[in-house]
């Protein structure tokens, strides 16, 4: 069964930084998009990042400067590395896969979600 694993959320100082990982398992052919969404309290969820299986990334306006994306596709692995926190950017984030399994299905997969938090 395809799964996303999420790991290095916590707690970090305004200015602060984290990096964020998520890796995919179970029979997975190749994985043409990897995102970053994230959802504030009370907000919708939101796109913050993405990677193409080809090396291209995209980051939203809002972190531009701040965050970046990278991914290791012999890992099934994405990172978002986030510098210069604001509290603005306290939010759940989740991983989102659209990928092909071995057996040739097309999925979409989501982690559970890591709880990152700016605050002094």
């Known amino acids: 069964q395809v799964q996303l694993v999420e790991s290095g959320g916590g707690l970090v100082q305004p200015g602060g930084s984290l990096r964020l990982s998520c890796t995919a398992s179970?029979?997975?052919?190749?994985?043409?998009?990897m995102d970053w969404y994230r959802q504030a309290p009370g907000n919708q969820r939101e796109l913050v990042a993405t990677t193409h299986g080809g090396g291209e990334t995209t980051v939203t306006d809002s972190v531009k400067g701040r965050f970046a994306v990278s991914r290791e596709n012999a890992k099934n692995t994405v990172y978002l590395q986030m510098n210069t926190l604001k509290s603005e950017d306290t939010a759940v984030y989740y991983c989102?896969?659209?990928?092909?399994?071995?057996?040739?299905?097309?999925?979409?997969?989501w982690g559970q979600g890591t709880l990152v938090t700016v605050s002094s």
């Open positions: 989102n896969a659209k990928l092909v399994t071995d057996t040739g299905r097309y999925l979409e997969v």
């Open positions: 179970g029979g997975i052919a190749t994985i043409p998009v």
